[in-house]
């Protein structure tokens, strides 16, 4: 009797101590699986996305559209009611920010080398090459859910830390930079498949 129940409990924990010795570099090839996979991925070549930004405690409304071209050209516009159109862009080469109290200017920095990983179109695919070291530092919760948090450190840049949900391994909470290069968390949910749109020919 004993030892079928210690056999029992054995096969219980078993699979929970094989989720948990998940490595870094696990969790980023799951993610990458996650979004769709090498095939769907490199099937990209632009999208755009579009949102709002709410500041309730400043009473502050903000829009938000994102363009995105491969293999690595991003522009951002951020319209801000009561300020104006803040402009964030990539072109392959230099980073740079329009705002209407700044003006003009180039980006550098810690802040031009995050600029380039995010405008890099298959970054879940070449993580790699983007991060010079990655790591496990633990487990966490966002929007009342496991995952697991990892820090990313670029080459010369500041690492950043995203937390990878411990059932889908999409990313759950992350890390947005402002247009003064200041980081602003962001909590993500409601993931939905689309469809990849064809070119007509």
């Not at 522009?75 to 159109?85: A, K, P, R």
């Not at 209407?100 to 080398?113: H, V, Y």
């Not at 995010?118 to 496991?146: C, H, I, M, Q, R």
Request: neutral net charge; charged residues 25%.
């Amino acid at each position: 009797m004993s030892r079928l129940l210690v056999i029992g409990c054995l096969a219980l924990t078993i699979p929970v101590l094989a989720q948990e010795s998940l490595t870094a570099e696990q969790i980023l090839e799951k993610y990458a699986d996650a979004v769709g996979g090498k095939t769907a991925i490199e099937k990209m070549t632009s999208y755009t996305s579009s949102g709002t930004i709410e500041l309730s405690a400043m009473g502050i409304t903000a829009t938000t559209e994102t363009y995105a071209k491969a293999p690595g050209k991003r522009l951002s516009v951020t319209t801000i009611d009561g300020y104006g159109e803040i402009r964030q862009g990539y072109d392959g080469k230099k980073s740079w920010s329009k705002d209407p109290q700044g003006g003009l200017k180039e980006i550098t920095g810690d802040e031009a080398i995050q600029l380039r990983i995010d405008s890099t179109f298959d970054a879940p695919l070449k993580w790699k090459s983007l991060y010079s070291k990655v790591e496990l530092v633990g487990k966490d919760k966002a929007s009342g859910k496991d995952c697991y948090m990892l820090k990313l450190t670029p080459e010369g840049g500041k690492p950043v830390q995203r937390c990878y949900d411990a059932e889908t391994f999409l990313v759950s909470r992350g890390v947005n930079h402002g247009a003064g290069g200041e980081e602003v968390p962001v909590e993500l949910s409601d993931y939905k498949d689309i469809a990849l749109a064809s070119k007509c020919q």
